[in-house]
């Protein structure tokens, strides 16, 4: 803080030595032979207004400056965000998680396919979460205005929110491990791409003209209703479908979502799930026979 000062008392020191130059030439005695009284005066007026407007422009010069140096923003730089991330890093302990926790969940379907052998439907989504962290909240304006960085989830707490109905045996990982974005004000958004296997009741009666009817089931797998409060993001109750793919045998005519609260008989405590049906219908360009 006190460097910012250290050019304005630099050039009012200047000034000084200027003021004390010129009260030498006006202390100089006049020689009355060559000069008459007329020509000391307005002399003397001269150096006097030179004086005043070598101190007014330095003066005026250092207002501006103190005034730019007040109102300009300050720019976001690489300096600013590696402090940023290794001050809110500090001290932070991942393994627990924050009190009156809301996490806002929601998913954006890609693609589908579907195992009719195996019962299982398997679907490629953007899996979105939000959440609030207060512990990563910080003030904006002691890092140059920076109000969102990016940081690998593994570096922070996430949620425990899996598919309940997951088919793949704890084989293959289901999500990737991206980066999170985390905001000033503490608020968190992950969204994972994810490759997920799901159990379906199949009903093969009616092929190839038949509708299936498919669940996605999630919840927390650990944190109870009462230590997290899990309710849809952007309170959509259905899955995204703006950025699906349409290449599969089958085509989704139905798409909504339903919140659940469930009591398990290994514990007290509620839980809550979120469930994304989706009415899937088999392409009839496409049928196959069964027999």
Request: aromatic share 10%.
């Amino acid at each position: 803080m006190c460097s910012r000062y250290i050019p304005i008392v630099q050039r009012r020191f200047r000034v000084l030595i200027i003021i004390h130059k010129i009260q030498q030439i006006i202390g100089v005695a006049p020689n009355c032979a060559d000069s008459s009284l007329e020509e000391v005066k307005m002399g003397f007026f001269t150096k006097f207004l030179l004086c005043l407007l070598v101190v007014s422009c330095t003066f005026a010069e250092d207002a501006v400056n103190e005034v730019a140096a007040t109102v300009a923003p300050k720019t976001v730089t690489n300096d600013n965000r590696g402090r940023l991330i290794t001050d809110i890093l500090k001290n932070y302990d991942k393994r627990s998680y924050p009190e009156h926790l809301s996490v806002k969940f929601g998913i954006t379907l890609i693609k589908i396919d579907v195992n009719e052998d195996s019962r299982v439907l398997e679907t490629d989504i953007w899996k979105k979460m939000v959440w609030s962290d207060p512990r990563l909240a910080w003030d904006a304006a002691e890092y140059g205005n920076e109000t969102v960085v990016r940081l690998p989830v593994s570096e922070i707490w996430r949620p425990d929110v899996v598919l309940y109905n997951d088919a793949s045996h704890g084989g293959a990982v289901q999500c990737k491990d991206t980066n999170v974005l985390v905001y000033n004000t503490g608020k968190v958004l992950w969204v994972p791409p994810c490759h997920l296997h799901s159990y379906c009741n199949f009903t093969l009666d009616r092929a190839p003209l038949d509708v299936q009817n498919c669940d996605l089931k999630f919840g927390s797998w650990t944190l109870d209703g009462l230590l997290l409060d899990l309710n849809f993001y952007k309170d959509s109750h259905q899955a995204d479908l703006s950025d699906f793919v349409d290449i599969s045998d089958w085509e989704v005519t139905g798409n909504s979502a339903e919140r659940k609260v469930t009591y398990y008989s290994c514990c007290a405590e509620p839980y809550v799930s979120l469930s994304f049906n989706l009415a899937l219908k088999r392409k009839s360009h496409r049928g196959s026979c069964h027999h």
